[in-house]
């Protein structure tokens, strides 16, 4: 595979060094910022969904799926086209949850 490991023997996160393409930053900095609308409103829509029963319920399933699914993808960071959609969806969770416990704050 043409992708280095993404962690040395140590454990450390190893950089890109010696990366020879450009990097897409307006292609990549688009893809980020869908990536975050998206994560930001699943999780305002599981907020929804599962706080119409019982607001804390709902609040404790947005951090769950934000605390899973952003342990998971924190993995992939380092990768070239993952790092993208990572950064995208860790900034989109932040921002639902935030939204998520605005809504609680606003009763609804």
Do not use: Q
Not at 48 to 62: S, T
């Amino acid at each position: 595979m043409n992708t280095p490991e993404p962690f040395d023997r140590n454990g450390e996160p190893t950089p890109w060094v010696g990366h020879t393409e450009p990097t897409p930053w307006a292609l990549g900095i688009g893809v980020s910022a869908v990536c975050a609308l998206f994560g930001a409103f699943v999780l305002v829509g599981i907020y929804e969904l599962i706080g119409g029963i019982l607001k804390f319920l709902g609040i404790a399933a947005v951090l769950v799926v934000a605390g899973g699914l952003g342990w998971t993808l924190w993995e992939f960071r380092y990768r070239l086209v993952w790092r993208w959609i990572v950064w995208g969806l860790l900034i989109g969770f932040l921002a639902g949850v935030t939204s998520s416990i605005a809504l609680l704050i606003m009763g609804r």
